[in-house]
């Protein structure tokens, strides 16, 4: 059964950056929007990024627009999350996930309309 990993993740001083990867073993992504999510203790899995199958159309979350970047390099079915200029805020665990698609449009997808996720990978930033 296809799987997503997620790579990348650790501890951070404030200002500095890190590059998650998330790969998926299994299977390949074809027609799957691609996203990161991420989840701090007591909190909801938000959205933090979308990037669609075709790679030309993203979606960032309004506190990380400008820091992060989200690509993907569909030969390998691999999708990564650039975050430069960490927060303390940005501390959390940073979910991969997959959503089936039929369009390239990004923005509107939820929670809910995702259907593969990793098992995530801590992120911790220090002020």
């Known amino acids: 059964q296809a799987r997503l990993v997620e790579y990348g993740g650790g501890l951070v001083q404030a200002g500095n950056s890190l590059r998650l990867s998330c790969t998926a073993n299994?299977?390949?992504?074809?027609?799957?929007?691609m996203a990161w999510f991420r989840q701090s203790p007591g909190k909801e899995r938000d959205l933090v990024a979308a990037?669609?199958?075709?790679?030309?159309?993203?979606y960032y979350t309004d506190s990380v627009k400008g820091r992060f970047a989200i690509s993907r390099n569909r030969a390998d079915d691999t999708v990564y999350l650039q975050m430069n200029t960490l927060k303390a805020e940005d501390t959390a665990i940073y979910y991969c996930?997959?959503?089936?698609?039929?369009?390239?449009?990004?923005?509107?997808?939820?929670?809910?309309?995702?259907?593969?996720w990793g098992q995530g990978t801590q992120v911790t930033v220090s002020s």
């Open positions: 990037i669609s199958w075709s790679g030309e159309n993203t």
């Open positions: 299994g299977r390949p992504f074809t027609n799957y929007a």
């Open positions: 996930a997959a959503a089936y698609t039929t369009t390239q449009a990004v923005s509107g997808l939820t929670k809910g309309d995702f259907t593969s």
